[in-house]
């Protein structure tokens, strides 16, 4: 059996970065950042030690939280593998990338894995632990393990699928709210409303597939007959939405994106959203789940 993670470096500090330092910081874990910003940063937690260049010692475990682009990130392993021996896990922040295509080209594919958090990384209570294409599951629930001590909740997958568990249920969901915006069926706003008022507080009681055991299944089988059809199933990123962002509207940081942020301090902004979340989940946490029922298996199912 192979020894706990101790010793992690994450490369990259942007908004995800920072947040999944200050996670294993808090922890007690031995943390380095590597960034090309290194002679800039400030305000990193104490003990964190910061560079431009992978440190000397070999990590435990490797975060890469580089720009969302194969290369890039092919880039930062190439790095990781020249420097460390085959003991160090490489692990990906990605969800959107294929972990096939990430693990191309590496020498040690067993070694690589995709370690999904969510924004802000230091207050979203999950975090997804995805095995690599060649990943055994030792190395999965070794990553888990680590991110457990960090007192994070894993999602374990054992083999990769793109998009993961919660992008993929979170872009089924958005792809429809975009066609909606697009179709001048519902606004942002409109859709924002239901999201906050209806679907998520519910979400939070009863999760989502409980909920409709609790409603009934006959009712909710047959509303699928007539509005699944009715979806939008085109198969293709939603248009608008890259129209946006290639003129610009790229959101919070532009000032405009589907609300107009024009100003209000960005920093300022996700600060409060960060607060409100960390209210809503010690509320959630102070009510506890209640009774749970035991998840059927899908032997168990048709």
Not at 69 to 86: D, F, M
Not at 100 to 120: I, N
């Amino acid at each position: 059996m192979e020894p706990p993670i101790e010793s992690v470096v994450v490369v990259g500090y942007g908004v995800m970065g920072a947040g999944i330092v200050r996670s294993f910081a808090s922890a007690g874990f031995r943390v380095a950042v590597v960034s090309g910003r290194a002679a800039m940063l400030r305000g990193l937690p104490a003990g964190v030690t910061v560079s431009a260049d992978l440190p000397a010692a070999a990590p435990d475990l490797v975060i890469e939280t580089v720009v969302e682009e194969a290369e890039a990130k092919r880039a930062v392993y190439r790095r990781v593998e020249a420097a460390y021996p085959a003991a160090t896990v490489i692990g990906t922040n990605t969800s959107g990338l294929p972990l096939e295509t990430l693990a191309d080209g590496l020498a040690h594919p067993e070694r690589f894995v995709g370690v999904h958090w969510f924004h802000p990384a230091d207050v979203f209570p999950v975090v997804e632990v995805v095995a690599g294409p060649a990943a055994p599951p030792a190395t999965v629930d070794r990553v888990a393990a680590a991110l457990a001590r960090t007192g994070k909740a894993p999602i374990v997958l054992y083999r990769p699928v793109v998009g993961y568990v919660i992008n993929r249920l979170q872009h089924c969901i958005l792809h429809e709210a975009y066609h909606m915006i697009a179709a001048g069926i519902a606004d942002a706003a409109t859709i924002d409303t239901v999201a906050r008022r209806l679907l998520g507080p519910r979400m939070c009681v009863t999760g989502l597939v409980e909920q409709k055991d609790i409603g009934g299944l006959t009712v909710h089988a047959l509303a699928q007959r007539s509005i699944v059809p009715a979806l939008d199933h085109t198969g293709v990123p939603n248009a608008m939405l890259q129209a946006m962002i290639a003129r610009g509207d790229t959101g919070l940081d532009a000032g405009r994106g589907f609300y107009d942020w024009t100003g209000l301090d960005p920093e300022q902004v996700r600060g409060d959203a960060a607060a409100r979340l960390r209210a809503v989940l010690d509320a959630l946490s102070a009510l506890g789940a209640g009774r749970a029922p035991r998840c059927r298996s899908r032997d168990e199912l048709p």
